[in-house]
């Protein structure tokens, strides 16, 4: 359970810093800039800190796609950026992805690496 909140303030920290990327009008505003570095280093930090339970794939999956989801949705929302049909669909496929991943690692045997 501890794993999963890492994961979910890591997804946090990214949505945050990729906001404020492009508030950072090119990484050239101080204050926005800052706040690039501030989240991404606390997304790695928290996702490095969930993959202590979370497995590879699944977390990745997590992050990865709620991340797109979520940020295509501040676009639209913060600077009415095109939100089509076919950006909903890919919404939905990107949450069946993850889904699926999730599923899949749980009925498959997982083989320690390197030995």
Not at 17 to 25: I, R, Y
Not at 53 to 64: E, K, R
Not at 95 to 111: D, P, Q
Request: aromatic share 12%; glycine share 10%.
């Amino acid at each position: 359970m501890r794993g999963y909140v890492f994961l979910t303030i890591s997804i946090a920290g990214e949505i945050f810093a990729t906001t404020m990327l492009k508030l950072s009008d090119g990484l050239t505003m101080l204050l926005p800039s800052a706040g690039v570095v501030f989240g991404y280093a606390l997304s790695f930090y928290c996702l490095s800190l969930c993959l202590k339970t979370v497995p590879l794939s699944q977390a990745y999956a997590i992050w990865s796609g709620a991340g797109t989801a979520l940020t295509a949705l501040i676009g639209a929302i913060l600077w009415g950026e095109a939100f089509s049909t076919m950006k909903i669909l890919g919404i939905i496929l990107i949450i069946g992805g993850i889904f699926a991943l999730n599923s899949s690692s749980s009925e498959e045997t997982v083989k320690e690496p390197f030995h």
